[in-house]
């Protein structure tokens, strides 16, 4: 029974190596066809935002993120081209607490995966 549970160990272990590694190709290609967005709070009033634009593959795309600082990463989500992100005074993008709005322009390469976005 030792036996077994050290070799589901290892299976477990060296299935999540392998899954961090195709993680890791992923975003190392995003600098190549969109770029993830860095949001910079200048005011320190923002607690959510909306970034609404085209992503990697050209598709319409719109996600709310909770700013829990004056910089957040939003990772994961790939965008490319003019995207408009405004921003609340709440948590969860209520309109009732629209604070403001910006566009910003993507490039679709760069030599790194993030693009600055200011308040």
């Known amino acids: 029974m030792n ?3 050290k070799a589901a160990t290892t299976v477990g272990a ?16 995003a600098a190549s066809n969109g770029q993830q967005i860095h949001f910079h709070d200048t005011s320190g ?3 959510s ?13 719109s ?3 909770s700013t829990p600082g004056r910089d957040t990463w939003v990772g994961g989500w790939w965008w490319k081209g003019e995207v408009t992100v405004t921003f609340y ?11 403001g ?3 910003a322009w993507v490039p679709t ?10 308040s």
């Open 49 to 61: 935002i909306r970034i609404q634009g085209f992503n990697q593959n050209g598709g319409v795309a």
């Open 3 to 5: 036996m077994l549970k």
């Open 89 to 99: 005074k709440s948590a969860g993008c209520s309109f009732a607490t629209y604070y």
């Open 14 to 29: 060296a299935a999540l190596a392998f899954a961090g590694v195709l993680g890791t190709a992923g975003q190392a290609s």
């Open 109 to 118: 390469s760069q030599s790194g995966d993030w693009t600055s976005v200011y």
């Open 101 to 103: 709005e910006t566009n």
């Open 45 to 47: 009033s923002v607690y």
């Open 63 to 65: 996600g709310c993120f």
